[in-house]
């Protein structure tokens, strides 16, 4: 495979989606009924997350879509402002108390090793959450990890339909006795090469180093000379 995967116990990741129950992805099975819902109210929600995962898996449809959107300063952004870069690209929310942190953690931590070659990977996270997750918010998550992180916003409508390009499942969860609502999501880290084009996915779990091995791979394709081997 074109990357490693890590067994990672699920069983405190709230954000990890228990729509995913039974789907294997390279002998990785997210596989824990986190919230509990009533099965018959789940049904919609999992045959669209399947369908995604299956339209993400097989490689038959465009994964991704140009974008526009509001970073933690206010600026307007677009997907095409990273142009000859390369960008990891995430989809969570401030609040998600687990696996995002976990996942950002491990972005950071994989374009801080590839030293001055780190310059030339851009890190974008787009919340999940838009109605929470204020400019402050975001400015604030978005520094604890990497001070280049670019973290995105716009209308729900609009991350709805930039999320399902890339083949990400989410939705609002409340667990019983809460007033508090969650996200389950899908959560990969996506790669986009030179000209924001989709190149491939890291699972969660996937260790640093794994991340760091195929950045550079990248980086090498897109500075070799055409032809070049």
């Excluded at 953690?105 to 851009?122: D, F, K, N, R, Y």
């Excluded at 929470?132 to 209308?155: C, K, M, V, W």
Aim: glycine share 6%; hydrophobic share 40%.
């Amino acid at each position: 495979t074109a990357y490693e995967i890590r067994p990672r116990d699920w069983s405190s990741d709230v954000c990890s989606s228990d729509l995913m129950a039974g789907l294997s992805l390279a002998g990785f099975t997210c596989a824990q009924d986190l919230l509990r819902r009533d099965e018959a109210a789940s049904g919609a929600p999992r045959a669209r997350a399947v369908r995604l995962m299956n339209e993400l898996m097989s490689g038959n449809t465009p994964i991704g879509m140009p974008f526009t959107l509001i970073d933690q300063h206010g600026k307007k952004t677009r997907l095409a402002d990273f142009r000859g870069k390369l960008v990891l690209l995430y989809f969570g929310y401030t609040t998600c108390p687990d696996i995002c942190p976990t996942d950002l953690a491990t972005m950071a931590q994989a374009i801080e090793s590839l030293g001055p070659q780190g310059a030339q990977v851009q890190p974008v996270f787009i919340t999940l959450d838009p109605v929470r997750d204020t400019r402050e918010l975001l400015r604030n998550y978005a520094r604890a990890f990497h001070p280049r992180i670019a973290a995105l916003s716009g209308s729900e409508a609009e991350i709805r339909r930039i999320a399902t390009a890339y083949k990400v499942y989410f939705e609002k969860s409340t667990p019983a006795n809460s007033k508090v609502y969650l996200i389950e999501h899908t959560a990969f880290t996506f790669l986009l090469d030179h000209e924001g084009k989709y190149r491939m996915f890291f699972p969660p779990g996937t260790p640093p180093q794994r991340m760091v091995t195929q950045l550079r791979e990248h980086l090498h394709t897109a500075a070799a000379p055409a032809g070049a081997p």
